[in-house]
């Protein structure tokens, strides 16, 4: 008879379909439960946006029973918790990835993008937060629908220290703040860099997000010194570039790219958006394979989308209804692999010994 110790050996040797390394390496396997012919095993993801999992369980069926005989069942049960670099702890943010969603040009549906993504992954279980940081243009809290101005309030730190922390604004669970909530509609924002340096330091330190699996980030178009500011601040997750399919807007994503790349902030891939008969479809997937960047998927022009965000109701993009859901829940978790991938088969550090 089958030991649970040698199943669970067998399971630790599956390779996983997305990240393409052993379960075992990648310290997924959670235990094996045995009870008369029937084998259970216990998996943990990387994330709870993991795309496809009924690949693992079939590679993880197909292994037992083909070792063991006796195995004549198998079930499989996941769970999930977010790894990330937590590198916001020199600001005190608590945030386990940051993301950077930004384009080489304005009007290409960033903001769309980056809102999507957020209430995407809030939507598959994560916590998240969406913070706009298009400070001369911010659009996200109408996309939201969400009109109501964040508070100030003073927190005790653990150290006993009473300070005044941000508020964000919560639409069902979802944290958000953006230089919209403090500006009358009509008023424009005339800021030289250090000013917009200033509100995004605050935006990240005196902002009380809590804890978060995932922070969603709003840049403004193009390769202006956001990004900058952000990379000094704390290390990215990694950056989503948006572009539609013409050439145009792919020329000046490459540019987006080349700017990431020079503040050395990960590129995670780049979001194809309005696909369809108007702009063409394709253009963005091919520049992807040529540069050797992931491509995270592509979104219809969809009128749909664009009444939506209009009428402030992003988030009911991810309703069962909505025709383009699919789309947009298959960017979040490409968005999320990209992220486990890089993390988990990043080559760990050599340790010192001390003699």
């Known amino acids: 008879m089958s030991t649970e110790a040698e199943v669970l050996q067998r399971v630790r040797s599956v390779k996983d379909p997305e990240i393409g390394r052993s379960l075992g390496d990648l310290d997924m396997t959670r235990g094996v439960a045995i009870v008369g012919d029937t084998a259970t095993v216990k998996i943990e993801l990387p994330t709870p946006a993991y795309p496809r999992r009924e690949r693992i369980s079939d590679s993880i069926r197909s292994a037992i029973v083909s070792a063991h005989p006796d195995i004549k069942s198998v079930n499989v049960e996941f769970t999930a918790v977010v790894r990330g670099k937590m590198t916001g702890g020199a600001i005190g943010l608590r945030a386990k990835n940051v993301i950077a969603v930004g384009s080489g040009k304005g009007g290409v549906g960033k903001s769309t993008v980056a809102a999507s993504l957020a209430f995407g992954l809030k939507s598959l279980g994560c916590q998240v937060g969406l913070m706009d940081a298009d400070v001369y243009g911010p659009s996200i809290p109408h996309m939201i629908g969400s ?48 000013l917009l340096h200033r509100a995004i330091t605050q935006f990240l330190k005196d902002t009380d997000w809590g804890d978060l699996d995932y922070l969603i980030i709003d840049l403004p178009p193009g390769t202006g010194d956001v990004s900058l500011t952000l990379s000094q601040l704390l290390g990215l997750a990694g950056a989503v570039v948006v572009c539609t399919p013409q050439q145009v807007a792919l020329l000046d994503a490459v540019k987006a790219i080349s700017m990431f790349n020079q503040v050395k902030i990960p590129l995670l891939g780049i979001v194809e958006n309005m696909t369809g008969e108007i702009f063409g479809r394709g253009g963005a997937k091919a520049k992807a394979e040529e540069l050797g960047l992931p491509f995270l998927g592509e979104l219809p022009i969809d009128a749909g989308i664009r009444i939506r965000g209009d009428a402030g109701r992003i988030a009911s993009l991810f309703s069962e209804s909505n025709p383009s859901r699919d789309a947009l829940i298959h960017i979040c978790e490409q968005v999320a692999i990209e992220i486990a991938k890089q993390l ?11 003699l």
Do not use: C, H, N
């Open 147 to 194: 009109i109501d101005r964040p508070a100030a309030m003073k927190v005790t730190t653990a150290a006993g220290e009473e300070i005044e922390r941000i508020q964000p604004v919560s639409i069902d669970g979802l944290k958000v703040i953006s230089m919209g909530y403090f500006l009358k509609p009509d008023q424009a924002v005339i800021w030289r860099g250090p």
């Open 344 to 354: 988990l088969i990043a080559p760990k550090m050599p340790s010192l010994e001390i």
